[in-house]
């Protein structure tokens, strides 16, 4: 009965997911920016690159220049100059000479990169007005700029400025969008088809594609034409040019295609040499374009878990490659396709992979909690049977859990929630046949020589079963078991949430190790994911959260100990979960975790990370199980599915990214600051003058630096010097970009300030500026000859008084010097409380948290002082944003930060943690009394009324707890109490989230 249950359920899922293909295609991970990162608006029109590097991008409040960390934006402002006529702008396109054309709403602007002046340039229609929508900018390779409006196209000279209405002999022509064909002619997209103008004569000699709505057009190099419409999809064009004339072939390119949307927004070319279309219904790639019109949909569920897939307006690919996309809906996102060297198996059904594994003839199965797919040469998945769910009223609750090759009986080895499960003939998968241990939940299984097999569940402690008569040889009561290894001399390493356990196979005798702080050579966390062997003698071991250890242990002396020394300390790997390790060809180690593939040399000293900009599963490779195919392709299962990947294909760039000064501050005595920033110079780079000088009242010098880094700037590490004062260099990261230093003596310094490439290559030559300290005017030459003047003919006439204004003098001076050392550590005192102060709230900010929870963490290290952090969230926080404005959520948080101040204790530490969420710490309190002063807290905020320009404001709030006493770090204590933050979230928010161990407290 139920072999003829699950043959049904095999031929139903055939019908349903007969192929499920893999991507040729390797699609990059998104990164996005909007909003809640200081994007001004999230329905970008246009982005555009300048030529120091940096992204600009239009909206409908003005342009925002973007360094991979901060906007800076310009909108329209009562000010002439200081921003552009409207702040609905459409377009941006860059000039030779680094200016900056801005389109919108109501008209023409030009920033101009010698004065930092916003320019309005007149376009004057046929009825003399000036007043109209520019759609599109472009200039081409002779210097003349052509301004699309819904008025006609005007054509204009760069360096002069001024602009003529093009028009023909009955009307002028409204345009959508443009783009130069050749030298000759351009092509000009309209309501009503795409017009072939020469650009000598200006006259129209041809149109095609009549009668549709030209949305983009983009030139290839071979002068050929990809046009997008708005409502007739994509159009590829062949230019044929003989002489004085010009001819097309067009051809369509639609649904049959792979193309599922209709209107084609914008089009760009990547420097690989791929179509990437932006449409309402997200991005869609031609790979092949000379080869295959066949179009990839970029399906963003992948990387994203579920959202919903943006509504592209416009592409652009940045000078080393990168894709940049902005939406109508979600800001923008940047794409590294040049980065993607780890590729996917997609299963349309099921993204989560629970196992793989191989068989003896080559064959490569994979599965997840539904069903059991089968790999083919091509990394192409069949899915053989679905193990759970809901077809034609036939239900099961069963689940599958792992599986296993036995390669001396070719049988497939299938653990579920409900049992164990086998598969006789690998050849025909509809033959399951349950085998026993019915109801006991498995997690691993392991064949052993001849007919046993070793079997771990989730409550029920380790099985030794026999396969021949389906009875159980042994059971062992352990914790939940993750997998069993098999060692010489019949020794069985079992990988358990309570310590490792070695199992003698003869004797059936256990020994635990666990984690003891007390002891060096300890394992290093009780929750043990993986174990593999390094040599004869030492083994890597693998932990939940806290990284990958080595363990040494000679199996040729079973009854001794073994010893763990903890591995790449100074890595992140240290704090990561791992999921497995694989050698390659080369002797290179591929270590998968919980957020990332590690590569470590064959002796451990070099290792390198990737993530998901380089294609990695985003929630990374939390289960330990791999297949090494017979090509050397490596296979990862995670919850993303399948990553494959050749080890030599894995290369890291040497590319280094452009070092800028973003801003510069320099403090004086009289305590005034002036500060040089984007605002300043929004086309200008700020080290771009040969020196900056400092006078004698300057008391302190602070410059914040970027990395022109857009696929990943939280990768980049950077250094700093100042020759002349110290010539060590400082080290720093992407979230602390600044130096400070004060009362540098008088003299010539150079201060050098180097990054990383997202891979960690350092570029110590990224960026030099020299400094000039001038010396006080009693410390100039001058003045040090006539004071020594004075000296001699004073001291012949009157030697006394001379002692009497030398000792007056010194005392002055020390006078100074005092004043000085106290003004300074005033304003050092000033700049501390302001690096920890939250500027909004005026509660502390997250690194002023930090250093306090320093202390309470010590306290509880050295005298057992517990304490339980609080995190708090603002709910449904966007919306205020979004319908009420920024200013309505400011005051929303400062109210807020307000009423939880008024709800706690003196000794409690509130701060803002970042947006609207708060964090507590709560010393001397556990869980269940964390949980009920956060419970006082929300009751607080539901009684809160806002008023906001005489409207109230209701809020709710909601949180999660966690006690230091859980956990070995503060920050493992914080992540509890977010993710119960979450639970609460999902919970339906205004509440604090209990946990089962709270609510039995």
């Not at 629970?354 to 059991?372: A, C, D, M, P, Y």
């Not at 995670?638 to 990947?645: D, H, N, P, S, V």
């Amino acid at each position: 009965m139920i072999k003829n249950i699950f043959a049904l359920i095999f031929l139903l899922g055939c019908l349903v997911y007969s192929h499920l293909a893999l991507s040729k295609f390797s699609l990059p991970n998104p990164r996005y920016y909007s909003t809640e990162h200081g994007l001004s608006q999230i329905a970008v029109y246009d982005i555009q690159q300048d030529s120091n590097g940096y992204i600009w991008v239009s909206t409908q409040l003005g342009i925002d220049r973007f360094d991979g960390y901060n906007f800076v934006n310009f909108k329209q402002t009562p000010i002439e100059g200081e921003g552009p006529s409207s702040s609905f702008v459409y377009d941006i396109e860059i000039a030779p000479n680094g200016g900056l054309y801005i389109g919108s709403m109501n008209g023409l602007d030009y920033l101009n990169p010698e004065t930092s002046v916003f320019e309005p340039l007149l376009l004057t229609n046929a009825d003399g007005t000036t007043r109209q929508t520019v759609n599109e900018i472009h200039i081409d390779n002779k210097g003349i700029i052509w301004a699309c409006t819904d008025k006609g196209l005007f054509v204009g000279q760069v360096e002069r400025r001024e602009f003529t209405l093009f028009t023909t002999s009955d009307s002028s022509i409204p345009c959508q969008s443009l783009s130069s064909i050749d030298n000759q002619y351009m092509a000009i997209g309209t309501q009503n088809g795409l017009s072939i103008l020469n650009k000598e004569s200006l006259k129209i000699v041809k149109t095609i594609l009549e009668g549709n709505r030209i949305s983009s057009i983009k030139t290839e190099s071979n002068e050929g034409l990809w046009v997008g419409t708005n409502g007739s999809g994509l159009y590829k064009i062949k230019v044929l040019s003989e002489s004085n004339t010009i001819d097309f072939g067009v051809s369509k390119i639609g649904i049959d295609s792979g193309l599922a949307d209709s209107i084609i927004n914008d089009i760009e070319i990547s420097n690989m040499g791929e179509i990437w279309l932006g449409t309402p219904s997200g991005i869609f790639i031609i790979p092949e374009p000379m080869e295959s019109n066949q179009a990839i949909f970029f399906d963003e569920r992948i990387h994203n878990q579920g959202t919903n897939n943006p509504h592209a307006v416009v592409l652009h690919m940045l000078l080393d490659g990168t894709i940049i996309f902005g939406t109508r809906n979600k800001g923008f996102a940047i794409v590294d396709p040049r980065t993607t060297m780890f590729s996917r198996v997609l299963f349309k059904s099921e993204k989560s992979v629970i196992s793989v594994t191989k068989g003896r003839q080559g064959q490569t199965w994979t599965s997840s909690e539904k069903g059991l797919w089968l790999l083919n040469d091509a990394l192409e998945a069949q899915q053989l049977f679905l193990f759970a769910g809901d077809y034609d009223g036939l239900q099961t609750t069963n689940k599958l859990t792992n599986i296993a090759y036995d390669y001396n009986s070719d049988i497939l080895w299938l653990g579920t929630r409900l049992g164990l499960y086998r598969l006789d003939d690998v050849n025909n998968p509809a033959e399951i046949v349950p085998v026993g241990l019915t109801n006991i939940s498995l997690y691993s299984v392991r064949p052993d020589d001849g007919d046993k097999l070793w079997l771990g569940s989730y409550n029920n402690g380790l099985f030794l079963f026999d396969a021949k008569s389906n009875e159980v040889i042994h059971h062992w009561d352990l914790p939940f078991v993750i997998d069993i290894v098999h060692d010489e001399n019949n020794i069985h390493w079992v990988l358990t949430t309570g310590g490792l356990v070695k199992l003698d196979g003869k004797t059936y005798e256990t020994q635990t190790y666990v984690s003891s702080p007390a002891e060096p050579n300890a394992l290093p966390y009780n929750v043990v994911t993986w174990l593999s062997k390094y040599d004869e003698t030492q083994y890597f071991i693998g932990t939940q959260g806290n990284g990958l250890a080595m363990m040494s242990f000679d199996s040729s002396t079973p009854n001794q100990d073994p010893k763990f020394s903890p591995l790449f300390e100074d890595t992140p790997l240290s704090k990561n979960s791992i999921g497995s390790v694989v050698k390659d060809e080369k002797g290179n180690y591929w270590i998968s975790t919980d957020s990332s593939i590690a590569r470590v040399d064959s002796k451990l000293e070099k290792i390198d990370f990737f993530d998901d900009s380089d294609g990695v599963n985003r929630s990374g490779y939390f289960v330990g199980s791999f297949a090494k195919l017979d090509n050397d392709f490596i296979l990862f299962s995670g919850a993303e599915g399948l990553t494959y990947f050749h080890p030599d294909d894995i290369q890291t760039s040497t590319t280094q990214p452009l070092v800028k000064l973003s801003e510069i501050s320099i403090l004086d005595k009289g305590e005034d600051e002036k500060i040089l920033n984007a605002h300043d110079l929004p086309l200008g780079d700020l080290h771009a003058t040969e020196e900056i000088i400092l006078s004698a009242d300057n008391l302190m010098f602070s410059a914040e630096f970027v990395a022109l880094e857009y696929g990943n700037p939280k990768d980049i590490q950077y250094a700093y010097r100042l020759l002349g004062y110290d010539d060590r260099w400082r080290y720093t990261n992407a979230f602390e970009r600044s130096l400070t230093y004060t009362n540098l003596n008088p003299g010539n310094y150079q201060l050098e300030v180097a990054s990383t490439n997202r891979y960690g290559n350092w570029d110590y030559n990224a960026l030099t500026l020299k400094i000039k300290v001038l010396a006080p005017w009693y410390q100039t030459n001058i003045a040090r000859f006539l004071f020594i003047c004075l000296l001699i003919a004073t001291a012949v006439l009157v030697f006394k008084w001379r002692m009497y204004a030398v000792t007056q003098q010194a005392n002055k001076l020390r006078y100074l010097v005092d004043k000085k050392t106290k003004d300074l550590e005033v304003a050092n005192e000033q700049l501390t409380l302001l690096s920890n102060q939250d500027s909004l709230t005026q509660i502390l900010n997250r690194r002023g948290f930090f250093e306090l929870s320093k202390q309470e963490m010590s306290k509880f290290t050295r005298h057992k002082l517990y304490f339980s952090i609080v995190m708090l969230d603002i709910d449904h926080f966007k919306s205020i944003n979004d319908n009420r404005g920024h200013s309505a959520g400011d005051l929303v948080i400062q109210k807020v930060a307000s009423c939880i101040r008024t709800k706690i204790r003196k000794h409690d530490i509130l701060a803002r943690w970042g947006g609207e969420e708060f964090i507590l710490l709560l010393p001397k309190t556990d869980e269940l009394g964390a949980i009920m002063a956060a419970e006082k807290i929300c009751e607080c905020i539901r009684e809160l009324v806002v008023q906001f320009e005489g409207e109230p404001i209701k809020v709710t709030i909601s949180g999660g707890a966690a006690c230091i006493n859980d956990f070995e770090t503060i920050e493992r204590c914080i992540q509890k109490a977010d993710e119960n933050l979450y639970q609460a979230k999902q919970s339906g928010r205004d509440r604090i989230f209990q946990s089962k161990k709270s609510q039995s407290l």
